[in-house]
């Protein structure tokens, strides 16, 4: 039963990480793989730090009292700083989910659909699932992320185990690549917040906060190796193409084409249902409304927000969460030490 339970904690947590971004492989390229084969180096040291951040706030949201991310900020860094930090991570949040939801949009755009049903179909499943709160998103990760999984694996596995015609491997472009591994493990650091913390009511021992741990970094650690490596193989065509993983899929029959970009949009919406939750959960502290009515009002006001063009709203912000992101990280990394230090 613990194995179980950190297993499906493990799902959330790469439910909540892979992301239309990683799924697609353009985060793999714009962090790793354009440096070439030292990518290789900063991408384990991106993974280290990730495993290192998810023990560390799981351990953090098992304890009393911690049922949303703003505890854990709280614990962070104090009530003050706190204040401020829950600000910006609920923007953080909302503009994610909202750029998701306009990516299924987009997406059902691209399959011939309406975009607006696209909009409206993402809204549903999401608040279907979280009309079961915190169970109903464990059950649909784990459901949705080792399909997901097994189908990335089966790619990259057979794009290297195959000829391929292409460019020849990068070999690098002169640059130091670590940092990008440091920015990368900072990136997740928010939403992982936002997600983990109300996952400690969950946890009933130390051995599922392993468990979930080595899952999740492990499962991401696998799909990032293999895919950094596959993308090196394709070389510079990558370059050719807006999603980098269609690149591995050259010459495919249409109907795996397919089959990738369902799992794609899957990538859209765990992304979507976890920073829509991480919302809910911070603002059912505040109000004492069902869970349910608060994430479809939410997700109302959403729906109209994702027809907006969002450049402006990401210029002004994502610096910000860069610097956000990257000081939390190294609280998170030093909790350990101050909390003995407390103690």
Known sequence: MAVWRGLKIGFTIIGTTIGAGFASGREMW?????????????????????????????????KPGISNYYGILRKLMGKRLASIFDILTMLYLLSMSIVMFAGSGATFSEWNFSYAFGVFFIALMVFLVLLFDVDGLMSIQSFIIPILTGVLLFVYI????????????????????????ITYAALNVVPLIAVVSTLGKELRSKKEIWVSSIVSTGGLALIAI?????????????GLYEIPLFALLKGYPTAMIVVVSVILWFAIYTTALSG?????????????????????????????????????LVAVLYPIYGVLNLFVLALIILYPISYKTER
């Not at 490596?229 to 065509?237: C, D, P, Q, T």
């Not at 608060?294 to 027809?307: A, D, H, K, T």
């Open 30 to 62: 714009e962090f790793f793989t354009s440096y070439g084969r030292d990518s290789q180096y900063s991408l384990s040291l991106a993974m280290v730090l990730f495993f290192v951040t998810v023990t560390i706030v799981l351990w953090m949201s098992a």
């Open 158 to 181: 057979k794009f290297l185990t195959g000829d391929y015609e292409g460019a020849q491997t990068i070999l690098g472009n002169g640059y130091v690549s670590w940092p990008s591994g």
């Open 226 to 238: 293999l895919m950094n490596s596959s993308l090196l193989k394709a070389g510079h065509e990558i």
């Open 276 to 312: 829509v939750y991480g919302i809910v959960s911070r603002i059912s502290s505040w109000f004492k409304s069902p869970n349910w009515l608060i994430s479809l009002v939410l997700i109302l006001i959403m729906i109209p927000l994702s027809n907006f063009g969002f450049s402006t």
